[in-house]
């Protein structure tokens, strides 16, 4: 496809479970980016990629939040053991390059992530 | 701690008026200010964006205005349309820093016909 896809678009789980929200990039961009966006705010950075490396993790919230990206294309983010306060859209962007200012970023439509 | 903070929360505007959202920011390194739309459902799409070099700049109805002595930045709708009804984002992201984005809070903005 031409943009950003993410799947799934709704995931509802049960608190205490893991799950796994995946994010293909728009083909050719090296710089893949995972925000977290609760209701009525702003997206916040949680983690990025230049490649197949996490080149910034620091917005991860903690050790239950790990992400991959193993063969520089799509990326995978990974909840262990999920806590209610978890709930929230999880958005993935790409762009073609990180070391360069100003690079545009596509976002996809985001994953929806409930955690009941 | 919030790095951009952005006003209003929410806007209610005739069609035809213009919006005005403004932002601020604290980290002085920043070097690259986008303003981002989302409709529901959606992710966030760049709208426009400036760079702190200059003052201004325009693309169609939508007018970046930055003050960098000020540390501010704003955002300008001329000639609102009810399609423009949407969330609005300013950011800022640091190049050194990978170009992760900085969000402010958002703006709803609502175009009654």
């Given at each position: 496809g031409a943009g950003v896809s993410q799947t799934p678009s709704n995931k509802v789980t049960e608190k205490g479970k893991y799950v796994e929200l995946r994010c293909d990039p728009i083909s050719g961009h090296t710089a893949l980016y995972w925000y977290r966006q609760s209701l009525g705010q702003g997206p916040e950075f949680l983690i990025y990629f230049q490649g197949t490396g996490a080149a910034d993790d620091s917005g991860l919230p903690n050790d239950r939040f790990f992400a991959v990206r193993p063969e520089g294309s799509v990326s995978t983010l990974k909840i262990q053991r999920t806590e209610r306060g978890d709930s929230a859209v999880y958005l993935c962007a790409s762009s073609l390059?990180?070391?360069?200012?100003g690079t545009e970023a596509f976002f996809g439509q985001g994953t929806r992530l409930t955690v009941v | 701690q919030q790095q951009v903070k952005q006003s209003p929360q929410s806007l209610i505007v005739q069609k035809g008026g213009i919006s005005i959202i403004n932002c601020a920011y604290e980290?002085?390194?920043?070097d690259y200010f986008p303003w981002y739309q989302q409709f529901p459902g959606k992710g966030p799409a760049l709208l426009i964006a400036i760079r702190p070099d200059v003052s201004e700049k325009k693309e169609g109805r939508f007018t970046i205005s930055f003050n960098k002595s000020a540390k501010q930045f704003s955002l300008h709708i001329m000639d609102s349309q009810p399609g423009d009804s949407a969330t609005y984002f300013c950011a800022a992201t640091l190049k050194a820093a990978g170009n992760k984005l900085t969000f402010g809070g958002g703006t709803r903005v609502l175009v009654k016909p």
């Open positions: 390059m990180s070391t360069g200012g | 980290n002085t390194a920043f």
